[in-house]
Structure formats: C-alpha cells, structure tokens
C-alpha cells in the first residue's frame, strides 16, 4: 500500500505564507499525476493544484499567482508554496496521487486568521 504524509501545516496571519509537504513511501516517478487537493468545513474537496512527471502544473484560479506545487524525486516529496494566504483560503489539505489508481494522504489544517 502506498503511503502519503502531509506536513507543513499550521496557523499563519493572512498575508502570511506557508510550505505544504507530501513524502511518499516510494518514488514519485511511478505517479502520473501528482496534486494537492482542499476541504473546507461544509464544501466539497476542491482540486487546488496538479503536477506531472513531466513537470507540467495546474492550479485553481483562486490560488493562481499565489501558490506553487513542485517535486522533488530526490527525496520522493512533492510540495505546495503557499504565499499571499487568505482566510478563503483556511481548509484541511490533502496530498494526492495517481498511478493506476488514487492514494490520499491523511491531510494537514491549514488555517489562516489574525
């Protein structure tokens, strides 16, 4: 089974920034895709940001210019940079992976207030 560990998370002021880490239990290149989804409390979980292996990104316009996911195989981690944060922006985040199916991490609180 495939394991995914978020970490990173915390209490920031808005304006604030924060570094969201995903480790996986082996490497990351046999992941198509690999992404960083959102829930907040009475939404539904919300497709934030994507990353291929070939290093292509996609974001969700209401992070666009404000966050940025990478990967590092070295470490077999994938990343999400959260800058400018907002208080829309308080959720509990989840890692995300996909090979032939779907892995989820257990998430990470995020919350953004003064």
């Known amino acids: 089974q495939v394991q995914l560990v978020e970490s990173g998370g915390g209490l920031v002021q808005p304006g604030g920034s924060l570094r969201l880490s995903c480790a996986a239990s082996r490497s990351i290149w046999s992941f198509a895709i690999m992404g960083w989804y959102r829930q907040a409390p009475g939404k539904q979980r919300e497709l934030v940001a994507t990353?291929?292996?070939?290093?292509?990104?996609d974001y969700a316009d209401s992070v666009k210019g404000r966050f940025t996911i990478s990967r590092d195989s070295v470490k077999n981690t994938a990343h999400l940079q959260m800058n400018d944060l907002k208080p829309e922006d308080t959720a509990v985040y989840y890692c995300?992976?996909?090979?032939?199916?779907?892995?989820w991490g257990q998430g990470t609180q995020v919350t953004v207030s003064s």
């Open positions: 995300h992976a996909t090979s032939s199916r779907a892995y």
């Open positions: 990353i291929t292996s070939g290093g292509s990104t």
